[in-house]
């Protein structure tokens, strides 16, 4: 265990993972979403994902937000990709980072990406070298990297060989993504463990869903090993299409709430994020996970 950090960095998910798990919205509303998270601090939003419209349809005007969208200085957006004609059309887009994701999980692979995930494997080599050769950069995201909804428990070996390939193809970062929210510390402090003996050199960040109320454990447990990068998504935004009842990425407020009262400097105004949140809830038309949102900080007290 190492001393806490003083700072983390937050990449908030909200219009990408967790819009694409919602009832469509207009590009209106993705686009005032983006522009409201831009005026909160975060520096890092992943905006948009290039998939095949009948695959996610809530994803289907990817080109219409990056092109309409303020890009504030300061900030960095990425866009997801799950093939190489979708990297084509990100980097077409005008974004130099982009995310990969591949399941260590084959039978998740091959419902969420329609091959196995050896055969992803052989299409990121391709999408690192067209990245690299147009100035990008490629972080590699394993999915289902602490279970799998169709094939239960995944051996940690299984992970660490989707790692070594994405590392050998030349993989800029690594994610892990806990895709079902199956994850709990000790399985995050294991499979950290492993990673960080076999690439120490490689950035990494995590993604945790809050879908068995452990999201932010998972996070504490991180911290303890000094990781510095999360993904987040306003309001509890989200989920997967493909993973049974995986919805509820952990929430960004809840997570800067958590940290910034423990010492740990994230950078945003947890005002300005609430406020977003609550557009968030008001354009999907649902009540959104967030308790934070719900009972507001800590600081703030009940009238006497």
């Not at 993972?17 to 522009?35: A, F, R």
């Not at 601090?41 to 905006?47: C, D, K, M, N, P």
């Not at 740990?264 to 009540?287: K, P």
Request: with cysteine; charged share 20%.
């Amino acid at each position: 265990m190492t001393d806490m950090p003083t700072a983390l960095s937050l990449r908030e998910v909200g219009p990408r993972d967790g819009l694409q798990n919602e009832d469509p919205v207009s590009t209106e509303t993705k686009l005032e979403l983006i522009d409201r998270l831009s005026h909160t601090g975060v520096s890092r939003i992943e905006a948009v994902s290039f998939v095949h419209p009948r695959a996610i349809p809530q994803m289907a005007d990817a080109a219409e937000v990056a092109a309409q969208m303020t890009r504030a200085a300061g900030i960095r957006y990425s866009a997801l990709v799950p093939n190489l004609r979708g990297a084509e059309r990100a980097l077409d887009a005008g974004f130099n980072e982009i995310e990969v994701v591949v399941s260590a999980s084959d039978t998740h692979n091959k419902k969420n990406l329609n091959r196995g995930t050896a055969e992803s494997l052989d299409d990121i080599a391709a999408i690192i070298d067209l990245a690299h050769g147009r100035g990008a950069t490629v972080q590699v995201i394993t999915s289902t990297a602490w279970g799998c909804p169709y094939e239960g428990d995944i051996p940690t070996e299984r992970v660490l060989w989707v790692v070594d390939t994405a590392v050998a193809h030349g993989a800029d970062s690594l994610s892990f993504g806990d895709t079902t929210g199956m994850a709990t510390p000790t399985r995050v402090t294991r499979l950290i463990g492993e990673t960080r003996s076999a690439h120490a050199d490689k950035p990494l960040n995590l993604h945790f869903h809050n879908t068995r109320g452990t999201g932010l454990a998972n996070v504490l447990a991180a911290l303890q090993l000094g990781v510095t990068d999360f993904d987040a998504s306003v309001g509890g935004l989200g989920g997967c299409p493909y993973a049974p009842g995986a919805s509820g990425n952990i929430a960004t407020e809840e997570l800067v709430h958590m940290v910034e009262d423990m010492g740990i400097d994230t950078g945003v105004d947890l005002d300005a994020l609430l406020d977003t949140a609550a557009y968030a809830e008001q354009a999907v038309g649902r009540t959104l996970p967030s308790q934070v949102l719900r009972a507001g900080p800590r600081t703030r007290l009940a009238q006497s």
